[in-house]
């Protein structure tokens, strides 16, 4: 059985930064892509950042790009966000995700991941 929990969202101010987690259990995590996507209410889900199995490779949106960071210790069974430099416009819940993979790469686009968390509500407010 398969979980991905996010934890790490909470209210910060603009220009603050936050570090959002994944925990991973129930999968050999080294064996998986991972991902982070975000959607605010009423709208689609939208890629942010994606870390290959080993870590080597990244990929970012460009609205985020240069200011979050994606990471992973695959001994623990953990991926992370760094968001720096957060804007009013980042304010919504971010997804955790993975995607079984057998080469080292990244992947951008939802329907390609195979699991998924529940969420965790990031909160960026003067």
């Known amino acids: 059985q398969v979980q991905l929990i996010e934890s790490g969202g909470g209210l910060v101010q603009p220009g603050a930064s936050l570090r959002l987690s994944c925990s991973a259990s129930g999968l050999v995590f080294g064996n998986y892509v991972i991902g982070w996507f975000r959607q605010a209410p009423g709208t689609e889900r939208d890629f942010v950042a994606s870390i290959s199995r080993s870590g080597k490779n990244e990929n970012y949106s460009e609205d985020v790009k240069g200011r979050f960071t994606i990471s992973r210790d695959n001994a623990n069974l953990t991926a992370f966000l760094q968001m720096d430099y957060l804007h009013p416009e980042d304010q919504t819940v971010y997804y955790c995700?993975?995607?079984?993979?057998?080469?080292?790469?990244?992947?951008?686009?939802?329907?390609?991941?195979?699991?998924w968390g529940r969420g965790t509500e990031v909160t960026v407010s003067a």
């Open positions: 995700c993975a995607d079984v993979n057998g080469v080292d790469r990244t992947t951008i686009t939802a329907p390609m991941y195979d699991y």
